[in-house]
């Protein structure tokens, strides 16, 4: 399994950014999370999806302003990120894991791609 993670980048707040995460030998049942970490802080789960049936589940903060989805071919992660604050400054990860049990937990997941920084300026 392999990941690339993009789409990083520096904004305003209140701006928009989309991540991507690109993932191969990956299989249906996958999850596909993202994480994020900032300086000095500990890596925090922001969002996940199941690559079948399209199972969500999002941190409370980013709930209503985060959107994750995926690409119908299965080889895509995307998270579409609205109305970002200086707070979600952070390298971002996505990663992969076998099975929908704690989505939120870091520990589910086996493979992890390199991360793209999100910088939100005031």
């Known amino acids: 399994v392999q990941l690339q993670a993009s789409g990083g980048g520096q904004v305003q707040a209140g701006g928009s950014l989309r991540l991507s995460c690109a993932a191969s030998?990956?299989?249906?049942?996958?999850?596909i999370g993202w994480f994020r970490q900032a300086p000095g802080k500990e890596r925090e789960f922001v969002s996940a999806?199941?690559?079948?049936?399209?199972?969500?589940k999002y941190a409370d903060s980013v709930k209503g302003r985060f959107t994750i989805s995926r690409e119908n071919a299965g080889n895509a992660v995307y998270l579409q990120m609205n109305s970002l604050k200086p707070e979600d400054t952070a390298v971002y990860y996505c990663?992969?894991?076998?099975?929908?049990?704690?989505?939120?937990?870091?520990?589910?997941?086996?493979?992890w791609g390199q991360g793209t920084q999100v910088t939100v300026s005031s």
């Open positions: 990663a992969a894991g076998g099975a929908w049990r704690a989505p939120s937990t870091q520990y589910e997941y086996d493979y």
């Open positions: 999806i199941r690559w079948n049936g399209g199972l969500k």
């Open positions: 030998g990956t299989s249906s049942s996958y999850v």
